[in-house]
């Protein structure tokens, strides 16, 4: 029983949603927000103001994992530009709540659903659109 999202299930299914977000997080760098919020509304049922703050904190936990995994195996992790996002990642989530509060559950679906469609169209038109250069390296002699 999840009293705050007032769900009487199974702990499987949140456990198996859990971690396939988790693998896609990982493997594509995605944020686990953007599959875990529909994943919650849709297929756990949960209400879509209790759905923000339970993908935020969860987020939490997975990005920090991930990061980690990154940095040590693969030395991939940009911290200036990790800083300057994060600094600009607080400051938006402070104009975001702010917002959100403000929003009914319906109007936060639709914002979400059209950040999804835009996102999903952007990627198919790159899949498509050849490139202006396909190869490119630039040396700076200066």
Do not use: C
């Amino acid at each position: 029983r999840f009293r705050t999202s007032g769900l009487y299930i199974s702990a499987l299914p949140p456990l198996l949603v859990g971690g396939a977000v988790g693998i896609l997080s990982a493997i594509m760098g995605v944020g686990g927000g953007f599959i875990m919020v529909p994943a919650m509304i849709y297929i756990l049922g949960m209400p879509t103001k209790v759905v923000i703050g339970t993908s935020l904190f969860q987020i939490i936990f997975v990005t920090a994992f991930t990061t980690l995994m990154h940095a040590i195996s693969s030395h991939s992790v940009d911290m200036v530009l990790a800083l300057l996002l994060i600094f600009g990642g607080v400051l938006g989530a402070q104009v975001g709540a702010r917002i959100g509060v403000r929003l009914k559950a319906e109007q936060l679906r639709i914002l979400l659903a059209v950040l999804v469609l835009a996102v999903s169209v952007k990627i198919g038109l790159e899949l498509v659109i050849r490139p202006g250069e396909l190869y490119g390296i630039s040396v700076n002699l200066d």
